[in-house]
């Protein structure tokens, strides 16, 4: 069965519970909010909690803060923050002429799911900002003093949560509500930062023809959340082969170049060298490719290695820069590079991910994203990226840097949660987790300080930032009732 919506999915949703969330969703849905353009609906939020008589302020970033007095005879009980963002990430169909800084969402309805048309759906996070308008609206609820925050750019750069005012917030609980999956509770999250190796673009001179090697087929994949999977790296593989042939015979590397995001693990990349005997290098690609598919997962079946012989470069990079470019690749640590502390979490600690090399007129660029869930931890392996850095004559900057949400100790917002969701779902326990890659989190328990104790829960919610995201309707629901749960409780 199929319910499509009309005017941005304005009927897609009667009837489904909770009607004041799907309500807001609606709405939410038909005011366009991608990253750097979310103040039409920092706006709208403004104007709702001003209606209902709530305490609001949006500041200069356009994140808004809105403070609820808490319900009769809940004056004691502590105050408790809601947090979610207000930006979506807009992609759409080859074919779609959606423009996401006009046009409302079409809202598809299907088999329990919700969809948009060709495009996006946004429910991350605008499910979020949908619950906190329903609880921030509805008079009869039970709760403490109650605050929520909505962020702004969280898809791009956590601009909002980076630069946010936090002196302003009382609460020292929190429920981010950003996460995917119904039934788990995160209770941790990594810290990130770039960095980036430039090497000068040396010119020299070379006799030979050049061989274009290109690795393609891989799967590729987020470089937090799918970095323990062994997905190939197509950077990482391009160098070893590269690598590997230097040491039998030198050559010219001409140009690297490989990936566009630094928190994607590279599927495809291209590298042109001088080549002295092109059969011999197919050969030796042919053995190489044999290895390597056998150490990869089934999602890197169609992992290739594919050589062309074109012709002469006037100007290839120097045998001296070469060498120090394969060899950084090479040494530099990428990957799964230590597990957690906590065998039951099943997390990966501290990665790293050679997520763009890109070769410019007077220098090769290496992006790396390195993330780390023990803050400890990452002081150590950015010395070992500065050594290599020493030792190959380098430029090094460290970019971007982010903290890490390490997980609170006796936690009593994390031991509400379990005996609700318990409560709720009749006994069965949740999933506790942690969460390789960066959400909010982070930034908030650095402004609130050591106090503070934070989850991050939400609805199922699949295939984000694709036009296939889809969410669970009824987990919705499900999620909603939690929510009041934990917020009434004492």
């Excluded at 996460?179 to 090497?199: H, K, L, M, N, Q």
């Excluded at 042939?245 to 010219?252: A, E, G, L, R, T």
């Excluded at 290695?305 to 002469?312: C, F, P, T, V």
């Excluded at 936690?411 to 890659?437: N, T, V, W």
Aim: aromatic fraction near 8%; glycine fraction near 8%; proline fraction near 3%.
């Amino acid at each position: 069965m199929m319910n499509k919506g009309k005017n941005g999915g304005l009927e897609a949703l009667r009837g489904y519970y909770p009607e004041n969330v799907f309500f807001f969703f609606q709405e939410i849905v038909s005011i366009p909010h991608i990253s750097g353009h979310e103040k039409k609906l920092a706006d709208y939020i403004e104007k709702v909690a001003m209606e209902h008589g709530l305490y609001c302020e949006q500041d200069e970033y356009h994140n808004v803060f809105v403070r609820k007095k808490p319900a009769p005879g809940c004056e004691n009980m502590p105050a408790l923050l809601l947090q979610g963002h207000l930006d979506m990430v807009g992609e759409k169909t080859a074919d779609s002429s959606h423009d996401f800084l006009k046009d409302p969402l079409q809202l598809v309805v299907r088999e329990g799911f919700l969809s948009a048309e060709n495009t996006t759906l946004g429910a991350d996070d605008g499910i979020a900002v949908a619950m906190m308008l329903a609880v921030l609206t509805d008079s009869s609820l039970r709760h403490g003093p109650l605050e929520c925050l909505f962020t702004v750019d969280e898809e791009s750069g956590m601009t909002g949560a980076k630069h946010f005012d936090y002196t302003k917030i009382q609460a020292e609980r929190v429920i981010n509500l950003d996460s995917e999956e119904e039934g788990t509770c995160i209770v941790s999250c990594a810290g990130g930062a770039d960095i980036t190796y430039r090497f000068a673009y040396e010119k020299a001179c070379s006799p030979y023809k050049c061989a274009r090697i290109k690795v393609t087929g891989l799967a590729g994949g987020h470089s937090g959340a799918d970095i323990h999977l062994s997905r190939g790296n197509a950077n990482r593989i391009l160098a070893r082969f590269l690598y590997q042939q230097y040491q039998k015979m030198p050559f010219n590397l001409v140009s690297f170049d490989g990936g566009d995001k630094h928190n994607v693990i590279t599927g495809e990349s291209c590298a042109v060298i001088t080549c002295a005997d092109f059969e011999k290098l197919k050969r030796e690609a042919a053995c190489l490719k044999k290895q390597i598919a056998g150490e990869l997962s089934e999602e890197d079946a169609s992992f290739t290695i594919r050589l062309d012989s074109i012709g002469a470069k006037e100007q290839v990079l120097s045998y001296r820069q070469t060498h120090r470019v394969l060899l950084c690749m090479f040494m530099a640590p990428e990957g799964v590079l230590s597990l957690g502390k906590e065998p039951q979490m099943n997390l990966v600690d501290v990665s790293s991910n050679l997520g763009v090399v890109h070769t410019k007129e007077n220098e090769i660029v290496l992006a790396y994203l390195m993330r780390f869930n023990t803050a400890s931890k990452y002081h150590e392996w950015l010395a070992r990226y500065q050594s290599i850095a020493s030792l190959l004559d380098a430029e090094i900057e460290e970019t971007g840097f982010y903290d890490c949400w390490e997980r609170a100790e006796n936690s009593q917002l994390e031991k509400i949660y379990i005996r609700e969701y318990e409560k709720l779902y009749h006994g069965q326990k949740p999933r506790i987790a942690g969460m390789h890659a960066g959400v909010e989190c982070g930034f908030i328990k650095k402004g609130l300080g050591e106090k503070a104790e934070l989850i991050s829960i939400g609805p199922n919610l699949y295939d984000i930032h694709t036009v296939k995201e889809r969410l669970d309707l009824f987990s919705v629901g499900r999620t909603y009732d939690l929510l009041l749960k934990i917020l009434a409780a004492e």
